[in-house]
């Protein structure tokens, strides 16, 4: 095996060892393992909410009135379209 692709090789490895440590479910038990800096602090309470929170279940429709989600196609419908969001 040549050097590039024993580099190629060695990228994969750990292309997928990234993919797999920062899965969401791994991101979110180990925010509650260990403080989490970027986690919002709650305004009644004082305290952080978790920064991993729905994760694959987050749909934006849900939580937006429909004015708001008109504005955001509007304004964004190329880039939402290339995303595969609309």
């Known amino acids: 095996m040549g050097i590039m692709e024993r580099w190629q090789k060695l990228d994969m490895v750990k292309l997928n060892s ?3 440590s920062t899965e969401f479910e791994k991101m979110k038990s180990l925010e509650k393992q260990q403080d989490f800096g970027e986690a919002p602090i709650d305004k009644e309470t004082g305290k952080r909410r978790a920064f991993f929170n729905l ?3 987050n749909d ?3 939580f937006l009135d429909k004015k708001t989600i ?3 196609e509007n304004n964004f419908k190329k880039e939402m379209l290339e995303l ?3």
């Open 70 to 72: 008109n504005t955001i």
């Open 84 to 86: 595969g969001y609309l």
């Open 18 to 20: 990234s993919i797999k």
């Open 55 to 57: 994760g694959p279940k």
């Open 60 to 62: 934006w429709r849900r």
